[in-house]
Nanobody, 114 residues
């Protein structure tokens, strides 16, 4: 399984970004998917997850109402729509896939700054 994240960048506070993660090498629709992030000097933390069928999502409290995770099983892609971004959202964002074990993609940098 391989995961390729993209869509990061520099955005001003209050702005939006949409991250994408392309999946290959497995049966995409069988995997639960997630986004994590890691800021400099901090541990990697959970951001959002979505079930294999897409019917169940979870979010860390600090992003609820601002971030939306979704998946397109036809495109083998998971997304993270991020709205009302704050400086504290700045981090390297990683996507992962889970089916018996975790698979990780490389990160994409998100910087929220004026």
């Amino acid at each position: 399984v391989q995961l390729q994240a993209s869509g990061g960048g520099l955005v001003r506070p209050g702005g939006s970004l949409k991250l994408s993660c392309a999946f290959s090498g497995g049966a995409f629709s069988s995997y639960a998917l997630g986004w994590f992030r890691q800021a400099p000097g901090k541990k990697r933390e959970f951001v959002a997850t979505i079930s294999w069928g897409g019917g169940s999502t979870t979010y860390r409290d600090s992003v609820k109402g601002r971030f939306t995770i979704s998946r397109d099983n036809a495109k083998n892609t998971v997304y993270l729509q991020m709205n009302s971004l704050k400086p504290e959202d700045s981090a390297v964002y990683y996507c992962n896939a889970y089916l018996g074990r975790y698979y990780w993609g490389q990160g994409t940098q998100v910087t929220v700054s004026s």
